[in-house]
Each structure stands twice: as C-alpha cells, then as structure tokens.
C-alpha cells in the first residue's frame, strides 16, 4: 500500500547517486494546499542542496514544480494544477543545469532554463527533499516513486534524450501502468506497497514508523510468470512443434512454386491436390519430371530440326505422325537412305555417257526407251553387237564396202 505523510520526516536512503539527464516521478493525492512540498527527491547527502518534484502550493492551483536547489532555487511548474485528495501522477525531469521540465498526468509541460547547478546526488528520499535538512515536508500519500537514467534514452542531445522519455515511458506511467512495465533507464523503484525495498536497484529506504499505510494507486503491474496453454497460429505463422508426438489436426502447408524450382513437401503423405508443374524446354534440352507417377495431360513435345541434324527422341513410345525427312542430291552424288523402309516415290537417275564407254545401268528392271548406241566399224574388222535384240542394220553392207563380210 502506499504511504501517507503528515509532515513527517521522509524515507531515506544516503548510498544513492543518480547524474543529469534523470526523471523523477511518484503518484502522489494531496490532503491539503502547503507553501512547498515534495514527495520525491534526491540530493546531497551531507548538505542541503536538491533536486525536488512537488506541489507549489502558494501558486494558483496548486501545480506540480520540479525544483534545482544550490543555494538558491529556481522551479519548472506545469500549466495546470492539481484536485486535493485525488491522485495524480507527477513527473520532473532533470536535464541539464539550463534545462529543467515539470509534467501532471503526462502533460501540461512547464519549464525553466535558469542555471542551477546542485553538488553531487548522493541520497534519494520519499516524503520530503533528500538533502541533511529535510525540507518540504510532504502532507498526502505518495506510491510508485521511481527515478530514470535519461542518458539511455535515444537521442543525439540529452534535450532529445528527455524528449524521448517524454512521449514513450511517461505516458505510460501515466496512464497506470507500473515502471516495471516501462523499465529502460529505471535505477530505483519504491512501490511501497508492503515494505520500504527498491524493486530494481537495491537502495531500499529507511523505515519511519511515524509513517503509515494508506490505500494505494490504482497501478497495472506485470502478471505474475505462468506456462500458457498453446494456442492456433494465424496464416502464413511458423510453427516449431516442441513434441514429436504433437498431431497436427486439419494442418496442411501452403507450398508455392515457379518454374525450375524444387518444392521439397515436408510430410509424406500431403496430397497436393490439382498441382502440375508447368515445364518448359526449347531444343536440345533435358526436360526433368521430378514426380514419377505425375500424368502430364494433353503435353506433347515440340521438336524442331534442319536437315543434316540428328534427332534424339527422349520417349521410346513417341510417335511421330506425318514425318518424313526431306532427301535433297546432286548429280554423282552417293545418297544413303537412312530408313530401309523409305520409299522414293518418282524417283529416276540421270546418267549421262560419251561415245566408247561402259554404262552400268544400276538398275536391273530399268528400261532404256528410244536409246540406240551409235557403231562404226571400218573394213576387215569384226563387228559384235552388244545388244542380241538390236535391229534395224540397214545399209551395214555399203558401210562394210567389200566381200569379206
């Protein structure tokens, strides 16, 4: 529960030290309007010289003011002011010895720029200012105090540094929620909820037994460390199964593909419904099916050739309908047929003899039509006809010219 003050000496600790950029906040309902008082602070430990946040109670309205006391005092206040006997959260930041801010609830910023530069902090106290001589003695309950180390925050100036602390953990804490849940920079946390102890950094305070308990600010604190019971994934989640046992009802993987990729299926017995892969091949290319038993509906290979190319065709059972291989020849140029069972159909050779030579005619069945071999013979000589059907010798004895025929 919280602690409620009655102008009482403060809850103290003398080994804390804190450096500039620092934040101070505390939840804090006033009972009554005071000239100054404080409800978090931290100082010199030996001396009276001061960081504060409290009320200035002799402005109008009661605002929150973040104070920097060396000897003299200077003080940011907010714009607005407090309710008596209400909580409100309270914030004062530290930032350099020109730059000091005061918030309520998050907002209604006040800031001061004149230099105050206090000794060392070297103590933290609940209730009143943290120096030798306590001064401020706070009249209400205070609860959730807590200091932050601004030099972690993000940002190139520690100015930046306080504006990020600004828009991120303050408007956390003012909306109810624990510095625990908000905890970067965060180097001491007294919730005073049972006892006096720091719940980050150990600097618990001193017990005043003047002090009492008092009802404590509605906070939301971090639940308590359980095992939760697992839940669906959404679309498009990885999900690592810690079990090897754990059945996966009703899961079926999204797998999606483009040409020449591998699809590796992670269970054996996924059924990949309406899936064909779509494969493409130009000429003199392998083409791999990576499923055996994939039907390849309505595919037929398109193969283009030219002449004097061989043809390897991948599928003993390929038929190919309507081929024939164009035969182009010259004169006393040998032609090899590839196919025995080829037939050429109209075709005659040209041949082409002089006078006394021998004509191989190739062909047994060919016939020679209109052909007649021109003969000259002189006298004495033996004629012998080379054709034994040949006739039509008219006029051989004037061209014999004697008796010796």
């Known amino acids: 529960m919280a602690r409620y003050f009655s102008n009482d000496n403060p809850l103290r600790n003398t080994s804390f030290s804190i450096a500039m950029p620092f934040a101070l906040v505390a939840w804090s309902k006033q009972a009554s309007a005071g000239s100054d008082q404080v409800f978090i602070s931290v100082g010199e430990a030996a001396a009276a010289q001061y960081y504060s946040l409290g009320i200035n109670g002799t402005a109008a309205g009661d605002p929150v003011k973040a104070k920097a006391y060396d000897g003299g005092s200077n003080f940011a206040q907010t714009s607005s002011g407090i309710t008596f006997n209400k909580w409100f959260h309270g914030c004062g930041v530290f930032v350099t010895a020109t730059d000091r801010r005061a918030y309520i609830d998050g907002g209604s910023e006040g800031t001061n720029t004149t230099s105050r530069t206090p000794n060392a902090v070297g103590a933290v106290a609940v209730?009143?200012?943290?120096?030798?001589?306590?001064?401020?003695?706070?009249?209400?309950?205070?609860?959730?105090?807590?200091?932050?180390?601004?030099?972690?925050?993000?940002?190139?100036?520690?100015?930046?540094?306080?504006?990020?602390?600004?828009?991120?953990?303050?408007?956390?804490?003012?909306?109810?929620?624990?510095?625990?849940?908000?905890?970067?920079?965060?180097v001491g946390y007294w919730d005073l909820i049972r006892d006096e102890k720091d719940r980050v950094g150990g600097y618990d305070l001193s017990t005043n037994v003047a002090v009492t308990?008092?009802?404590?600010?509605?906070?939301?604190?971090?639940?308590?460390?359980?095992?939760?019971?697992?839940?669906?994934?959404?679309?498009?989640?990885?999900?690592?199964?810690?079990?090897?046992?754990?059945?996966?009802?009703?899961?079926?993987?999204?797998?999606?593909?483009?040409?020449?990729?591998?699809v590796d299926v992670p269970l054996g017995t996924l059924t990949l419904t309406g899936y064909a892969p779509t494969v493409v091949a130009s000429d003199h290319q392998q083409v791999d099916v990576p499923l055996a038993t994939l039907t390849l509906t309505g595919y037929a290979p398109t193969i283009s050739i030219s002449d004097n190319i061989n043809i390897d065709v991948p599928a003993g059972a390929l038929t190919l309908t309507?081929?024939?291989?164009?035969?182009?020849?010259?004169?006393?140029?040998?032609?090899?047929?590839?196919?025995?069972?080829?037939?050429?159909?109209?075709?005659?050779?040209?041949?082409?003899?002089?006078?006394?030579?021998?004509?191989?005619?190739?062909?047994?069945?060919?016939?020679?039509?209109?052909?007649a071999p021109a003969i000259s013979i002189s006298g004495t000589s033996i004629t012998t006809m080379p054709l034994g059907g040949l006739g039509g010798l008219s006029g051989l004895s004037a061209m014999c010219g004697g008796s010796d025929t």
């Open 127 to 186: 209730g009143a200012s943290a120096d030798s001589t306590p001064f401020g003695k706070y009249t209400g309950d205070v609860g959730e105090a807590a200091v932050y180390d601004l030099s972690v925050y993000p940002g190139a100036t520690d100015a930046l540094k306080a504006d990020a602390f600004r828009d991120t953990t303050l408007q956390v804490l003012a909306a109810g929620y624990s510095p625990l849940l908000a905890p970067l920079g965060l």
């Open 213 to 262: 308990v008092s009802a404590h600010p509605p906070v939301i604190y971090p639940s308590a460390k359980h095992i939760s019971h697992l839940v669906a994934a959404a679309a498009g989640v990885e999900v690592e199964v810690p079990v090897g046992t754990l059945t996966l009802t009703g899961y079926a993987p999204t797998v999606v593909a483009s040409d020449h990729q591998q």
């Open 322 to 371: 309507g081929y024939a291989p164009t035969v182009a020849a010259t004169a006393n140029v040998s032609i090899d047929v590839p196919l025995g069972a080829l037939t050429l159909t109209g075709y005659v050779p040209t041949v082409v003899i002089s006078d006394h030579q021998i004509i191989d005619v190739p062909l047994g069945t060919l016939t020679l039509t209109g052909y």
